[in-house]
């Protein structure tokens, strides 16, 4: 076939995927079918994934050898050391553990059933007896599931422990830290690097996840890497580097819902490389990439199916509406100065400021980036998507940045105001390395602000839930004794992840004579219950309005407490009985226990006399 026209049936094809792409996942198949798909398809679907990834990462490093290797160690090693210097001045101010509930709760339990069942799946509540789970029940989530199916594979390594997510973000901190330097040094400079890695290391947001259980250095790894990608993409001959571009953008895609658009990035640079070239030069691989977006559409699907997801109306969770009250918050969260948020003042400014700099020389300067190469090409196109997803977040219902679950939604245009510095240096001031006073200022900030404003947000108070949960975490892996037990809480899924038997709130208040009975016939030693309060001036104890109370028919005996801030106690109680009950407070009868069939499987019965959640949520069967 004539070369022409191979290039054109290339692009008919790659349309052909894209149109299915969209349509498989969003209009053809039915909800149900998607959450079937998810739940047991996407750990192999993702693994096929990241084994393409690898296969053509191997490209850009094929001359890579023993020599090529000492050279770079010699000539990058002031950035390595203060690399792992910073890996470890990050981990020294905050805790480790879960920091933004219940979705790193949630993440985790999907990489839980994806190490052991290879399903993705949240588990909400389940009946353990051992290591076996005899029953269990939970939902599809609507996170797109890379991260979750990165950490199954630490647990397939090392063997499945809670905290292995906590040592999978350490090992990515350093890893970013590598990647931002690489992607600064690329376009600017050695020295502008380091400057960079002083930056980031003064960000308190940054701090915070390098302990935490969630996917955002993932995401910044991946932002990083498709950078680079794109920086291989444009300096290489023909199509050369456009596949890894390709699965990077798709890596991307898999691991935030928004993230998918960074498919633009590859599309965008192919475009533009054609029309400099004046030539299609489309791989087959290319034409058939948007066919691998099915997976985290397949997701989307799932989070736009259902309302309990959304937790607000599908019309009101992106509205211009938000956007007024969103900025005012947005600012807020960037320039605070009495240190109540995990914002860095200092980036914030110079980032800016920077960024209006190099904006204006982009504009001025558009032509020349059209028809020739340069080095803020591919991280100005990136940053478009940034922008875009920045806007997307200001936007949304639950976009205010000075609350501590959505600030890490400005750590793309964060991670951006850390390139912006260094490449507004070199192409608006045209320094060739920065002053030692722009060390010295990042270095006295990191030392004087930084590190006592992080080690701060430890106490913050609208942290109180993630620390009570992690108390209460860690003392259930500490002071359970062994056995079998069952563990009541508000939200179960945490406590899920220790591979103990648990029940939500919900549920148990419900059935209150059914969780007796599985003490009672000596299916599990204990009963606990997690339980939040604070005092009123009678010394009564009283739930606070945010959490919902165990059902009072329950006698209750403290075996620990932990008071978490002023007047705010987690308590572990342990269920020692249970009260008559009145007209007030009383069971319906068709929630009574079954009678025990002896003859039965006990999975069964488990199953049917404890109805373990609401059937809200994407369950699959």
Same mark, same amino acid.
């Given at each position: 076939?004539?070369?022409?026209?191979?290039?054109?049936?290339?692009?008919?094809?790659?349309?052909?995927?894209?149109?299915?792409?969209?349509?498989?996942?969003?209009?053809?198949? /039915?909800?149900?079918?998607?959450?079937?798909?998810?739940?047991?398809?996407?750990?192999?679907?993702?693994?096929?994934?990241?084994?393409?990834?690898?296969?053509?990462?191997?490209?850009? !490093?094929?001359?890579?050898?023993?020599?090529?290797?000492?050279?770079?160690?010699?000539?990058?090693?002031?950035?390595?050391?203060?690399? +792992?210097?910073?890996?470890?001045?990050?981990?020294?101010?905050?805790?480790?553990?879960?920091?933004?509930?219940?979705?790193?709760?949630?993440?985790?339990?999907?990489?839980?059933?994806?190490?052991?069942?290879?399903?993705?799946?949240?588990?909400?509540?389940?009946?353990?007896?051992?290591?076996?789970?005899?029953?269990?029940?939970?939902?599809?989530?609507?996170?797109?599931?890379?991260?979750?199916?990165? #950490?199954?594979?630490?647990?397939?390594? #090392?063997?499945?422990?809670?905290?292995?997510?906590?040592?999978?973000?350490?090992? @990515?901190?350093?890893?970013?830290?590598?990647?931002?330097?690489?992607?600064?040094?690329?376009?600017?400079?050695?020295?502008?690097?380091?400057?960079?890695?002083?930056?980031?290391?003064?960000?308190?947001?940054?701090?915070?996840?390098?302990?935490?259980?969630?996917?955002?250095? &993932?995401?910044?790894?991946?932002?990083?890497?498709?950078?680079?990608?794109?920086?291989?993409?444009?300096?290489?001959?023909?199509?050369?580097?456009?596949?890894?571009?390709?699965?990077? /953008?798709?890596?991307?895609?898999?691991?935030?819902?928004?993230?998918?658009?960074?498919?633009?990035?590859?599309?965008?640079?192919?475009?533009?490389?054609?029309?400099?070239?004046?030539?299609?030069?489309?791989?087959? !691989?290319?034409?058939?990439?948007?066919?691998?977006?099915?997976?985290?559409? +397949?997701?989307?699907? =799932?989070?736009?199916?259902?309302?309990?997801?959304?937790?607000?109306?599908?019309?009101?969770?992106?509205? @211009?509406?938000?956007?007024?009250?969103? +900025?005012?918050?947005?600012? #807020?969260?960037?320039?605070?100065?009495?240190?109540?948020?995990?914002?860095?003042?200092?980036?914030?400014?110079?980032?800016?400021?920077?960024?209006?700099?190099?904006?204006?020389?982009?504009?001025?300067?558009?032509?020349?980036? =059209?028809?020739?190469?340069?080095?803020?090409?591919?991280?100005?196109?990136?940053?478009?998507?940034?922008?875009?997803?920045?806007?997307?977040?200001?936007?949304?219902?639950?976009?205010?940045?000075?609350?501590?679950?959505?600030?890490?939604?400005?750590?793309?245009?964060?991670?951006?105001?850390?390139?912006?510095?260094?490449?507004?240096?070199?192409?608006?001031?045209?320094?060739?390395?920065?002053?030692?006073?722009?060390?010295? +200022?990042?270095?006295?900030?990191?030392?004087?602000?930084?590190?006592?404003?992080?080690?701060?947000?430890?106490?913050?108070?609208?942290?109180?839930?993630?620390?009570?949960?992690?108390?209460?975490?860690?003392?259930?892996?500490?002071?359970?004794?062994?056995?079998?037990?069952?563990? &009541?809480?508000?939200?179960?899924?945490?406590?899920?992840?220790?591979?103990?038997?648990?029940?939500?709130?919900?549920?148990?208040?419900?059935?209150?004579?059914?969780? @007796?009975?599985?003490?009672?016939?000596?299916?599990?030693?204990?009963?606990?219950?997690?339980?939040?309060?604070?005092?009123?001036?009678?010394?009564?104890?009283? #739930?606070?309005?945010?959490?919902?109370?165990?059902?009072?028919?329950?006698?209750?005996?403290?075996?620990?407490?932990?008071?978490?801030?002023?007047?705010?106690?987690?308590?572990?109680?342990?269920?020692?009985?249970?009260?008559?009950?009145?007209?007030?407070?009383?069971?319906?009868?068709?929630?009574?226990?079954?009678?025990?069939?002896?003859?039965?499987?006990?999975?069964?019965?488990?199953?049917?006399?404890?109805?373990?959640?609401?059937?809200?949520?994407?369950?699959?069967?």
């Amino acid at each position: 076939m004539p070369e022409k026209s191979q290039t054109f049936l290339k692009i008919g094809i790659a349309a052909i995927a894209a149109i299915l792409a969209l349509l498989i996942p969003l209009k053809i198949i /039915s909800t149900e079918t998607a959450v079937h798909a998810v739940k047991y398809y996407s750990y192999w679907m993702l693994g096929g994934t990241c084994v393409l990834f690898l296969f053509y990462l191997r490209q850009p !490093f094929k001359s890579t050898n023993l020599a090529t290797i000492t050279a770079a160690l010699k000539k990058h090693w002031p950035a390595l050391i203060i690399i +792992l210097a910073a890996t470890c001045y990050l981990h020294t101010h905050v805790d480790r553990g879960f920091k933004i509930l219940f979705d790193e709760h949630v993440l985790s339990s999907t990489a839980m059933s994806m190490h052991h069942e290879q399903e993705a799946f949240v588990q909400t509540a389940s009946h353990n007896i051992g290591d076996d789970v005899i029953t269990k029940i939970g939902f599809v989530d609507k996170r797109p599931g890379l991260f979750p199916f990165v #950490t199954s594979l630490v647990h397939n390594l #090392t063997g499945y422990r809670l905290e292995n997510v906590f040592w999978l973000n350490s090992a @990515l901190t350093l890893f970013l830290l590598g990647l931002i330097y690489t992607v600064v040094e690329k376009t600017t400079s050695r020295s502008h690097g380091i400057l960079a890695l002083l930056l980031v290391t003064g960000l308190p947001l940054f701090a915070q996840n390098t302990n935490g259980g969630g996917y955002e250095l &993932l995401n910044l790894c991946l932002i990083c890497g498709l950078i680079l990608s794109g920086l291989h993409y444009m300096k290489s001959e023909g199509s050369e580097g456009l596949n890894l571009m390709l699965m990077v /953008s798709i890596l991307l895609a898999n691991n935030r819902y928004e993230s998918v658009l960074y498919v633009l990035v590859p599309a965008t640079l192919f475009l533009l490389k054609s029309y400099r070239s004046k030539t299609l030069m489309l791989t087959w !691989f290319a034409a058939l990439s948007p066919l691998l977006l099915i997976v985290p559409l +397949l997701s989307y699907k =799932i989070f736009q199916s259902y309302p309990n997801f959304i937790q607000t109306t599908g019309d009101n969770f992106f509205s @211009l509406e938000h956007l007024p009250n969103n +900025l005012a918050h947005a600012a #807020t969260y960037l320039f605070e100065l009495t240190g109540d948020y995990s914002n860095s003042v200092l980036l914030s400014a110079a980032g800016i400021i920077s960024m209006l700099f190099l904006s204006i020389q982009c504009i001025r300067r558009a032509p020349f980036f =059209i028809k020739s190469d340069n080095e803020l090409t591919v991280p100005f196109v990136v940053f478009l998507v940034v922008a875009g997803n920045t806007f997307l977040a200001l936007i949304c219902y639950w976009g205010a940045w000075t609350d501590p679950a959505t600030s890490r939604f400005s750590f793309p245009l964060q991670l951006f105001f850390v390139f912006s510095v260094p490449m507004a240096l070199l192409y608006d001031f045209k320094l060739q390395k920065p002053g030692k006073w722009m060390y010295a +200022l990042a270095a006295l900030y990191i030392i004087g602000l930084s590190g006592s404003h992080t080690t701060r947000l430890n106490d913050e108070p609208r942290m109180s839930v993630s620390s009570g949960y992690d108390w209460a975490l860690h003392w259930a892996q500490a002071e359970i004794p062994q056995g079998n037990h069952l563990i &009541l809480a508000e939200s179960a899924i945490g406590f899920g992840l220790l591979r103990q038997a648990t029940i939500p709130f919900v549920v148990a208040n419900q059935i209150p004579e059914r969780i @007796l009975k599985t003490q009672e016939w000596g299916l599990y030693n204990d009963i606990y219950a997690f339980t939040v309060y604070y005092l009123n001036g009678r010394g009564e104890k009283i #739930t606070p309005r945010r959490y919902r109370s165990l059902n009072t028919r329950f006698e209750l005996e403290t075996v620990a407490v932990q008071p978490i801030k002023e007047n705010l106690y987690y308590s572990i109680e342990r269920i020692v009985g249970l009260e008559a009950s009145t007209p007030q407070n009383a069971t319906v009868p068709a929630n009574l226990p079954p009678e025990v069939d002896p003859a039965g499987n006990l999975t069964d019965y488990l199953t049917s006399i404890l109805n373990l959640v609401p059937a809200t949520l994407p369950t699959a069967n």
